[in-house]
């Protein structure tokens, strides 16, 4: 029996060895900068404590006292291990817990000492300082089951109040059963040998428990730290995204400023270069001359410097958001005005450029402001396709009677505004050229939904080029 027990003695210690190995480098928990020594001190004593009892026979008597206050021990720093998982444990009262714990190791062993030849006064002394430790380690599980109830902890604190009942079994066992004339425990053979494995059997069952707690911990703890990174991450990124509107609101306030500026200063020479084309007509009339060569370009003249003096009138209004004229208007008779304007761009680019005008209906809108939203999305398309290697460009401007609203799209067959730029075209500063400004869009939507209460949307178009779609409330 005695071989049995040195057996159960070696292998108890092996596996408490292999805990140690598995747990010796997990990082601290919660914050509990010293619950990782509590942890690695109560597993490596009960190991050491299990190791001594089963070598007895072969080191020596003496070491019985060591052994059994190594075990006391080992209960101790698990108690404390416990308590390190609801009260934060600083440097002051583990320096007071550790100096404690040294008193009390010493004492314990001088006195277990004393008992060194009787069994069972060793055994009661041990039973009962047990006993003690574990109602601790049983009210400690408590108050941390209280502040938050979770499984393993549950399961741990019925291993050792199981425990704790066996123990005390054990004790009176070994009290009233075990012969006089054991020396060791690995000498008993008696029933209360069965009690006694039954115990270190539930204290071995503990530890792995609470050695899968701690690993639970760990995940848990990393995957925390993960998802905060996560946070960071995107706190971080809404935070760019934060400063760069601000720089963009800071440039389209000191855009509108200088636009404004710009409009002033370039209406007075385009006003002076309207009252000469004036003149000029009035000379023209004074002489009664009928020159078909010059009458046809005066009067181009006049027509452009009005029109480049609107645009500027209309940007001028647009950033200081001055209330604009609605006028009634067939959009398809604003789109054939512009046609020849656009022909010639196409034209000149080998572009196709197809009209297809299917409205019938009028709607409010500022003749200036309609005709630059036009040219700004035409414009792009132009530019799209004439940037591209390609054959067969083409462009299709198509209106039509939607519900209630009038539909204008302008679609390209060109290669479309990428996708990782499509959600920001119509920012401000936010442009896919390398020459652009970022302001055409934002205008062009601008003005279409702040002053014509209509919408300006973006797709892509049936052939992978652009389209975009604007959406006109029909006149009642």
């Excluded at 002076?272 to 370009?297: F, G, M, Y």
């Excluded at 390609?390 to 302008?410: A, L, R």
């Excluded at 400004?437 to 062009?444: D, E, F, H, N, Y």
Aim: include cysteine; hydrophobic fraction near 50%; charged fraction near 20%.
């Amino acid at each position: 029996m005695q071989s049995i027990n040195q057996l159960f003695f070696g292998l108890y210690a092996l596996i408490l060895a292999s805990l140690i190995l598995g747990t010796a480098r997990i990082e601290i928990i919660d914050k509990q900068s010293y619950l990782k020594s509590y942890w690695l001190l109560s597993v490596s004593l009960r190991a050491l404590a299990f190791s001594l009892w089963g070598l007895v026979p072969f080191i020596g008597m003496e070491f019985r006292a060591l052994a059994s206050t190594l075990f006391v021990g080992s209960a101790i720093f698990l108690a404390m291990l416990f308590r390190s998982w609801s009260v934060e444990v600083n440097n002051q009262s583990a320096i007071r817990n550790s100096s404690l714990f040294l008193a009390v190791f010493f004492l314990m062993f001088i006195f277990i000492s004393t008992f060194d030849e009787k069994i069972t006064y060793r055994a009661l002394w041990v039973g009962l300082v047990s006993f003690i430790i574990s109602l601790w380690e049983i009210n400690e599980l408590n108050k941390k089951i209280k502040a938050k109830s979770e499984y393993l902890l549950k399961v741990i604190l019925g291993l050792t109040l199981f425990q704790t009942g066996i123990a005390m079994l054990t004790v009176i066992s070994i009290i009233f059963f075990t012969p006089q004339a054991i020396f060791t425990i690995t000498e008993n053979a008696s029933a209360s040998n069965y009690f006694f494995w039954i115990t270190l059997t539930t204290h071995l069952i503990v530890y792995l428990f609470i050695g899968s707690y701690l690993y639970q911990k760990i995940i848990f703890s990393e995957n925390k730290i993960s998802r905060e990174k996560d946070e960071i991450g995107r706190l971080l990124s809404e935070r760019e995204a934060m400063i760069t509107s601000l720089v963009n609101a800071n440039r389209a306030a000191a855009s509108g400023a200088l636009s404004a500026s710009i409009a002033h200063e370039l209406s007075q020479p385009l006003a002076a270069t309207l009252l000469n084309v004036s003149i000029l007509r009035r000379v023209l009339d004074l002489k009664n001359t009928q020159n078909t060569i010059v009458e046809p370009i005066v009067n181009l003249i006049d027509k452009e410097i009005r029109r480049a003096a609107e645009i500027l009138h209309t940007i001028k209004s647009i950033f200081k958001e001055d209330k604009i004229e609605l006028t009634e208007f067939y959009v398809d008779k604003i789109l054939k005005k512009m046609k020849p304007l656009l022909d010639s761009r196409a034209a000149k680019s080998g572009i196709s450029l197809d009209f297809i005008l299917g409205s019938a209906s009028r709607t409010n809108l500022n003749f200036s402001e309609f005709q630059q939203v036009i040219v700004n999305l035409t414009n792009n398309a132009f530019e799209a396709l004439e940037a591209a290697d390609m054959k067969d460009k083409q462009i299709v401007i198509k209106t039509c009677d939607f519900e209630s609203n009038i539909q204008i799209s302008i679609a390209d067959n060109g290669p479309g505004v990428p996708e990782k730029y499509q959600h920001s075209i119509f920012e401000l500063m936010k442009t896919t050229k390398d020459q652009g400004l970022g302001i055409g869009l934002w205008l062009s939507k601008h003005i279409i939904e702040q002053r014509h209460a209509g919408t300006l949307a973006h797709f892509r178009s049936d052939e992978g080029g652009a389209l975009f779609v604007v959406m006109l409330p029909i006149k009642a």
